[in-house]
């Protein structure tokens, strides 16, 4: 018996379980595509970065990031943060904090689909099992004494729906995995930085404190006053 006997005698759930394999295929390679994008080196724009903030100030650091031409969640975490930067630390990190939901989104778009087709692919081929079961009683209800080539209809059903339904949720549930961790170093980076971020945005000003003016000393105020003289005049002598 070749593959396309196989795949007629299976009923029409393998087709289903063809087209689950079909989309998460689909799903893998547009995942793994985008998390490429996503996932370039930040790490010489983060240092560019974090020595304009306390050279120049978060508004030349932000015309750094927009000039790299960076979309990865690194640089977009910091350029909300840098463009918020005029308002305060904390407008800063409540900035921050929303561009993290926007680029957790981006990353782990589609991964819980990925899951989901790990969970149900199993049901499907177990249905598929059942139903080729089902035949099998059939003919052993309608034939005293069935061949061989009788049940195996029902047989190849059974085992055929089984194995695709246990291979689709295989390779989901591994891809599944695979592209979660991944999303999950990118999403790291992005959180570093927005850990860091406030501490850089604290450095201009600490610096700007340390060049103030300095302020005299008592002492040396007091040695600059002139010292008064008093002068007595004694009473003349008659």
Avoid at 25 to 54: C, F, H, K, N, P
Avoid at 111 to 135: F, N, Y
Avoid at 181 to 207: F, H
């Amino acid at each position: 018996m070749n593959v396309l006997s196989l795949v007629q005698a299976a009923g029409p759930l393998l087709w289903v379980l063809l087209a689950l394999s079909l989309y998460t295929v689909y799903l893998i390679v547009l995942r793994l595509l985008e998390l490429s994008r996503l996932g370039q080196d930040s790490s010489a724009l983060i240092e560019r970065t974090r020595a304009t903030t306390a050279e120049s100030g978060p508004a030349a650091a932000l015309a750094e990031i927009d000039y790299s031409g960076l979309q990865t969640p690194t640089a977009n975490v910091l350029r909300a943060g840098l463009a918020r930067a005029d308002r305060g630390i904390d407008a800063a990190q409540a900035a921050m904090n929303g561009a993290i939901l926007q680029e957790d989104a981006r990353l782990y778009a589609g991964i819980s689909a990925l899951g989901t087709v790990a969970q149900i692919a199993p049901l499907i081929g177990l249905l598929g099992t059942v139903i080729g079961m089902v035949r099998s009683f059939i003919v052993f209800s309608q034939t005293t004494s069935p061949t061989p080539a009788q049940l195996a209809t029902g047989i190849s059903e059974a085992l055929v729906n089984t194995a695709g339904g246990l291979i689709v949720a295989i390779v989901a549930y591994v891809a599944r995995n695979a592209l979660r961790a991944r999303a999950d170093r990118i999403a790291a980076g992005a959180e570093r930085v927005r850990e860091e971020l406030p501490a850089w945005l604290s450095v201009p000003i600490v610096m700007a404190q340390g060049h103030a003016a300095p302020v005299r000393s008592v002492q040396s105020q007091a040695s600059q006053i002139a010292p008064l003289e008093f002068t007595f005049e004694g009473n003349a002598k008659p």
